[in-house]
């Protein structure tokens, strides 16, 4: 985590929330005060290293608190802080907000991950950039204290050539040649493909990876035939419309990753509240 961002992040949040200041400060009397952060739902707790340094910039202590990636049920104690009464309040709702979104993710997340941990052969889970403008590190981070993985962060993290660029290119074995003579090192090439015609085209133009995007199991899993036949180093990728409901079915085609946008966009909150005590 980088935590230069992560202040920043957060100095943003609480001037939103924070304003000119806090009206209850101008006449309240301060106190030292401990306060619980309750479950009100089940899920997996994301949002520990942000509530972390969110807290030590009010010099407010944590006494106990769940680990990312742990889980808890209705009810949970997830943490325990001890600090200033006033600095407690000021802070409340953007603590809040980050740990029920984070923990709605890493949660959504769990429960795909779940689906896939007893299929024969390893499969990986992945995120995309379908994020809230200003939140991928956090969305990201959640998703991997689900257990899942992250796709590119950005334009700048790897190459991927989607039916919005291949819609001008009339040589894809020339734009990839191109680019290699361009790119970092370590970056590879991803190409979006939507039928097999347009996954052999790929292949034999240089990509790296080829991602299946909106075939249903049975075209995927002719893809993944022809990928072993022919060019066995090539990473398969399966996105479009997966779900819960038919992630099992593409898991059993025998690509090496699939991506879900759902991990993050469709995820709900985790229900938590504050109490003082």
Known sequence: MNHYRIKMFLEQALQ?????????????????????????????FSGEQYM????????????????????????????VIEGSYIAILQIERVLLNILAHSSGIATLCSQYVSLLKHLPMPIKLLDTRKTRPLLRELEKYSVRNGGAFNHR??????????????????????IISKARSRLPFMSQIEVEC????????????????????NMTPSEVKEVVQYRNLHAPHILLEA???????????????????????????????????????
């Open 239 to 277: 996105s479009g419309n997966i779900t819960l409901a038919n992630i099992v079915d593409y898991a059993h085609t025998g690509v090496d990753a699939i991506s879900v946008g759902a991990l993050i966009h469709q995820a709900q909150w985790v229900d938590i509240s504050m109490k003082i005590l």
């Open 16 to 44: 939103e929330d924070l304003g000119r200041g806090d009206l209850y400060e101008l006449f309240a009397t301060d106190r030292q005060t401990k306060a619980h952060i309750i479950a009100k739902d089940s899920g997996i």
């Open 194 to 213: 939507e039928n097999l015609e347009q996954v052999k085209e790929a292949i034999n133009a240089g990509a790296d990876i080829v991602m299946c995007d």
């Open 52 to 79: 972390q340094i969110l807290l030590e910039s009010f010099s407010i202590q944590i006494l106990s608190s769940k680990s990312d990636g742990e889980a808890f049920v209705k009810g949970d104690v997830l943490c």
């Open 153 to 174: 962060f950005g334009l700048d993290d790897g190459l991927m050539l989607k039916d919005t660029h291949l819609k001008h290119i009339s040589n894809l074995q020339e």
